[in-house]
């Protein structure tokens, strides 16, 4: 079946240092896949997607890159501020249109 | 664009009782709706997936004569948790896709936070 493999948290960062959560998925067909970010006692919020092979998405200073032949779809981003503290999702979309999520890596960034 | 609301944000009820949550894209038509649990710090566990006007689908595992839900309009699906008991205390949020058929992205609300008693 469909699984994602996310990085463990937390991690901790200073601001303005580069962020990169990795994300590893094995799936049966072609899925899209996501990040998804969220802020303490708040649902989630899409932050990027690809749909193909190579697509890169990104938001918010935020990009991740869709590899098919490492199966990957690491986020990553250049200067992490305060305010990007927050639980990560990767998720990916199984035909049905069912999300697979990771187990979420927390980030925390200190000033 | 691509709201979801949810209502209650917070709920807190004595053993027994049912609790009723709502779900509602604000500014598009949701053809398909999602209902997940999320336990402290956990990832989320789908429970159902239901299309506007049929049955819901529930995950395997899940009791549907516990989590009933409802998906009478496009725009608004329920979650009701039947005689709740202190292990359905559980941050519940819903999604929302656009397309019929295959969803492609998932629009997640605020999500409730349920205290059984």
């Known amino acids: 079946g469909n699984s994602v493999t996310q990085m463990e948290g937390p991690v901790t960062l200073s601001e303005e240092a580069f962020l990169t959560i990795n994300c590893t998925y094995t799936?049966?067909?072609?899925?899209?896949l996501f990040w998804y970010v969220q802020y303490p006692g708040e649902g989630l919020q899409l932050l990027l997607k690809?749909?193909?092979?190579?697509d890169k998405g990104s938001n918010k200073g935020f990009e991740a890159t869709y590899r098919k032949e490492t199966t990957s779809f690491h986020l990553e981003k250049g200067s992490v501020q305060v305010s990007d503290s927050a639980v990560y999702f990767c998720a990916l979309n199984d035909s049905w249109g069912k999300l697979q999520f990771g187990a979420g890596t927390q980030v925390v960034v200190t000033p | 664009g691509a709201v979801v609301s949810q209502h209650p944000s917070r709920v807190i009820c004595k053993s027994g009782t049912s609790v009723k949550i709502e779900c509602r894209s604000l500014d598009f038509q949701a053809t398909t709706m999602f209902w997940y649990r999320q336990f402290p710090k956990q990832s989320l566990m789908l429970m159902a997936t239901?299309?506007?006007?049929?049955?819901?689908?529930?995950e395997q595992g899940v009791e549907k004569d516990k989590f009933l839900i409802n998906h009478a309009s496009l725009t608004l699906s329920t979650l009701t948790v039947t005689s709740a008991h202190p292990e359905d205390s559980s941050f519940y949020i819903c999604?929302?896709?656009?397309?019929?058929?295959?969803?492609?992205?998932?629009?997640f609300g605020p999500g409730t936070r349920l205290t059984v008693l």
């Open positions: 239901s299309n506007e006007g049929s049955k819901a689908t529930y």
């Open positions: 799936a049966t067909g072609y899925p899209s």
């Open positions: 999604s929302a896709g656009t397309s019929g058929g295959f969803t492609d992205t998932q629009y």
């Open positions: 690809a749909t193909k092979a190579d």
